[in-house]
């Protein structure tokens, strides 16, 4: 896709949108070896070679998108320097630096969506969208209607008054009852402490859907890229618009092969 050149040195980190075009002015820049002097001559940054005072630029990253089910007892970060299993270590390298897209805590297993694309990223934890987070909380003990409703009114915790959940309950047997909660927040072991502000203590949990992602035929620990269309749905609900994100998906699914992650660069904060 083409670009003005101007977007494509601020998207390469260069410089912000006006210093770039103060860089295209001054003679600074070239593509495929000529001056470009004129802001509004458009390029593709992968077909051309672009440079700033001679050193040429790293055009845009190919984004990758990847849907993880989660097993319990890896950390949702790029890097952990005691050693620890992090979800990175349950995909095979890629030419990138991944990062996922919010937190689970080790305990939680589930969806959990890894990508390149920071625009997408961003809208998607952007509390203005909102966006749902389905979780199955398997809960010691019967949970009361009272307590779900204070839950459904959004209720106090350490770091403030949560907003309003959805809830239903699924199951009641053997002494455990299973709860599915809806909550677009993100705080910290959000899900968990909410339990425990009603006296409930959560056995496991599980995210199942995030936006309208699902685990639909994943096996725990197994990836997929997703589809071009699902790309799509997440960057509208995220209000990406189509200039901020390369939304080129992949096919396929994968399992860990119990492999390192050499290669890859690792830098953290879990959620429910």
Request: hydrophobic share 35%.
């Amino acid at each position: 896709m083409e670009e003005r050149l101007q977007k494509i040195l601020s998207s390469a980190g260069v410089a912000s949108r006006r210093a770039a075009e103060e860089m295209i002015r001054a003679g600074r820049v070239a593509v495929d070896g000529v001056v470009v002097t004129e802001l509004g001559s458009k390029y593709e940054a992968m077909r051309h070679v672009i440079t700033v005072d001679g050193k040429r630029i790293q055009g845009h990253e190919k984004r990758y998108y990847i849907l993880l089910n989660k097993p319990r007892g890896y950390l949702s970060t790029v890097r952990d320097d005691r050693g620890r299993k992090t979800v990175l270590d349950l995909l095979p390298d890629f030419p990138v630096r991944l990062y996922p897209v919010g937190r689970l805590d080790a305990d939680t297993e589930g969806l959990l969506l890894i990508t390149n694309d920071g625009a997408l990223t961003q809208g998607l934890l952007h509390p203005r969208y909102e966006i749902d987070k389905v979780y199955h909380a398997e809960v010691m003990g019967e949970v009361t209607a009272e307590g779900l409703e204070q839950l459904r009114r959004g209720i106090l915790l350490e770091d403030g008054r949560t907003a309003p959940a959805r809830l239903r309950v699924l199951r009641a047997e053997d002494g455990r009852t299973v709860v599915e909660t809806i909550i677009h927040e993100g705080r910290n072991r959000q899900v968990r402490r909410m339990f425990a502000a009603i006296g409930c203590r959560v056995m496991t949990l599980r995210r199942v859907r995030f936006a309208q992602l699902t685990l639909r035929g994943l096996s725990c620990g197994a990836y997929r890229h997703l589809t071009a269309e699902e790309i799509q749905k997440l960057r509208v609900v995220a209000g990406v618009r189509e200039s901020e994100a390369d939304h080129r998906g992949g096919r396929g699914t994968g399992r860990h092969d119990g492999g390192g992650s050499s290669g890859r660069k690792r830098g953290k904060r879990s959620a429910p």
